[in-house]
């Protein structure tokens, strides 16, 4: 069983639209978290939840938004998509929070065109 | 910024040999991560290090961390061609939101 789990791993799409990113773990943890992998493969945090509640919130744009129904699951949506927010982006999840071991879903490469 | 820097930026050897990465950071540290990532796929933990530990070992994985200097090092020995991938340490800050910083990365080759 994944566990960490990510849908879907390519999201092609037009600037503008709106698309959504489910994420779903199986791990019991009570932290998820979303990243962004840029093309130099550098990671930065994006969100996280604990416990369906959010802790982080890092300088994102108000186009991203997180939903979390309950601990397994945190979704990403994204409004009126734009060239830069071509990316990969990564889920993951934690037993606790911030710096215990994090555990990553395979991410979603997201090209807007 | 509290981003860690990883150094080199990539490494080719040859397999058997040994390779060394090393990370280097600018805040306090509760502990320090190893991240392993293959080629379009998601972060593999490897190995964790807190603040008050020296140096940790898991199979082929050696790490240290010396505080004083803000800097840990990555050895992994024996070296296959299935370590190709990258390698990011993480850290995360004593104050503030508990969340983890990843460094930029090296890109190991492992040559037949």
């Known amino acids: 069983d994944t566990a960490v789990s990510q849908t879907p791993k390519y999201l092609v799409t037009q600037m503008g639209n709106d698309k959504s990113i489910k994420c779903e773990q199986n791990?019991?943890?009570?932290?998820m978290y979303w990243y962004k992998q840029d093309s130099k493969k550098f990671l930065k945090i994006m969100f996280s939840?604990?416990?369906?509640?959010?802790?982080i919130n890092e300088t994102v744009p108000n186009r991203f938004s997180p939903k979390s129904p309950d601990k397994a699951h945190l979704n990403l949506h994204i409004n009126s998509l734009e060239l830069g927010d071509s990316a990969v982006y990564f889920c993951?999840?934690?037993?606790?929070?911030?710096?215990?071991?994090?555990?990553f879903g395979p991410g979603t490469r997201l090209t807007v065109l | 910024s509290q981003q860690g820097e990883e150094d080199p930026q990539a490494l080719s050897i040859q397999e058997g040999e040994n390779a060394t990465m090393n990370c280097s950071y600018k805040?306090?540290?509760?502990?320090l991560q190893w991240y392993r990532q293959n080629s379009g796929r998601g972060l593999v933990h490897l190995i964790l290090?807190?603040?008050?530990?020296r140096e940790k070992h898991s199979g082929r994985l050696r790490v240290t961390l010396d505080t004083s200097k803000k800097s840990s090092s990555l050895l992994i020995t024996a070296s296959r061609a299935a370590d190709t991938a990258s390698y990011f340490c993480?850290?995360?800050?004593?104050?503030?939101?508990?969340?983890?910083?990843f460094g930029t990365g090296t890109r190991l080759l492992v040559s037949p």
């Open positions: 805040t306090s540290i509760n502990n």
């Open positions: 290090i807190r603040s008050n530990e």
């Open positions: 993480a850290t995360d800050a004593r104050t503030g939101f508990q969340k983890l910083v």
């Open positions: 791990l019991g943890h009570d932290t």
């Open positions: 993951a999840s934690s037993l606790g929070q911030g710096f215990d071991e994090q555990f």
């Open positions: 939840y604990n416990n369906k509640e959010l802790i």
